[in-house]
């Protein structure tokens, strides 16, 4: 992947993933496409089958053509939304490692003076109203503690 080529070009993050995993993205797109489509035309067959059963004297040929296409629209639909999704999540993995990348570079930028100083923490801070156990001792000689 280019991203590090993008990302120091134009130093933002959105055109560097838009130039570097647009054209496999819209690749993946373009298998999404025809299965969107068979969606659509897998009713209208069932349709015609449903119209030619219901003919007086149904044409075998004409059903088993009818039969086919719905099989084959079946096995393409299945095709496309599997290589869709394998695209997709290759593309995502992809993504997913380049800002990994980009956030630890931009980590071991980052100067000593610009980072956050821990704070401690307030149990470390003693409240007032906690007495020492010399204090709350019973012992009227202090030297005996």
């Known amino acids: 992947m280019h991203f590090k080529r993008h990302y120091a070009r134009s130093r933002r993050v959105d055109a560097a993933l838009v130039a570097t995993i647009g054209r496999p993205y819209l690749m993946a797109a373009l298998f999404k496409l025809p299965h969107d489509c068979i969606v659509f035309l897998t ?28 099989l084959a629209t079946g096995v393409l639909q ?34 000593n003076t610009a980072r956050p100083r821990p ?3 307030l149990a470390s801070n003693p409240s007032p109203t906690i007495r020492t156990p010399a204090l709350t001792s019973t012992n009227p000689d202090p030297d005996r503690c």
């Not at 069932?46 to 075998?60: F, V, W």
Request: glycine share 4%; charged share 15%.
């Open 78 to 111: 299945s095709l496309c939304l599997q290589q869709y999704f394998h695209r997709v999540y290759r593309v995502s993995y992809r993504v997913m490692a380049a800002l990994n990348v980009a956030i630890y570079d931009k980590s071991l930028v980052i100067t």
């Open 43 to 70: 009713p209208m067959l069932l349709k015609a089958l449903i119209h030619l059963l219901e003919a007086d004297e149904p044409n075998l040929a004409e059903g088993m053509l009818i039969v086919g296409a719905i």
């Open 119 to 121: 704070r401690p923490a």
